[in-house]
């Protein structure tokens, strides 16, 4: 899919990630439309975006709120004719304890991770599918894969959307839509200041996510883990299984919150 000329919708898009995303989609010519909770920060972005696409505009507000993300994506309608690709990034990791939270915790993560993705994909597919044009890339985690340490929730969370996004790829595989799953490794963004994880490996910067989302929407990919490296330690998990939650520290990953 061709992204100069398009309409690129990014969720979580107020630093790490969702900002390399948003100001790559830019730079290759797509008009962003920017969504995140910090308003001062998500501003900030959009105006590295409008360097390159002068019409990118940021909504400000919480991607678990159906009736913000339905508003979002009406307005963009009503402004631009369309949305044309979504990226739907936006996600915590709030630090969990199963031990006498495990329900409030996944009902937080999952409201933002899982169906905060699902209301903007809802919004955005109606006009795709008319339109026979659109790409969708949700952003995961390998935690979706790979247990790791303290987020139980959170790799529930990944690991939902992600196995709903490849069962709605087969859904719209004669519609012209594109459907794709992307799974970070250790990310360098903020969320490792919030978190109890221990992990002594090498962070990767957010902009090889971003560029990622570019070649997958140009590709039309369906599934693209970043360091492709940690793609082996997904699939090898299932066959390994108890011996290697051992070395989960060494591999465990976080990505971006909006």
Avoid at 146 to 174: C, F, I, M, Q, T
Wanted: net charge neutral; aromatic share 6%; with cysteine.
């Amino acid at each position: 899919m061709q992204i100069r000329g398009a309409v690129a919708l990014v969720t979580g898009a107020s630093s790490g990630i969702g900002a390399a995303t948003a100001q790559a989609l830019a730079a290759r010519g797509a008009t962003v439309v920017a969504v995140a909770r910090r308003k001062d920060r998500l501003d900030e972005v959009v105006e590295c975006c409008r360097r390159h696409a002068p019409d990118s505009m940021a909504s400000a507000g919480d991607v678990a709120d159906r009736v913000f993300a339905e508003d979002t994506v009406r307005h963009a309608h009503e402004r631009f004719g369309r949305v044309d690709i979504l990226v739907n990034n936006a996600g915590i990791s709030p630090g969990e304890d199963a031990s006498t939270r495990a329900v409030d915790d996944a009902e937080q993560i999952m409201a933002v991770n899982f169906f905060g993705a699902m209301y903007f994909a809802g919004a955005v597919l109606p006009g795709m599918i008319e339109r026979r044009r659109g790409s969708i890339v949700n952003v995961t985690s390998v935690s979706g894969y790979v247990p790791a340490p303290g987020e139980p929730a959170y790799g529930a969370s990944k690991a939902a959307l992600s196995r709903w996004s490849h069962g709605l790829a087969v859904e719209l595989h004669d519609k012209r839509v594109h459907i794709g799953v992307l799974s970070p490794g250790p990310i360098d963004t903020e969320i490792w200041s919030h978190t109890t994880t221990q992990y002594d490996g090498k962070l990767y910067p957010p902009t090889i996510v971003g560029d990622a989302v570019v070649r997958m929407v140009e590709r039309e990919q369906t599934h693209v883990t970043v360091p492709r490296r940690f793609g082996a330690v997904s699939a090898l998990y299932p066959l390994v299984g108890r011996p290697m939650r051992w070395g989960l520290r060494k591999f465990g990953d976080r990505h971006a919150a909006d």
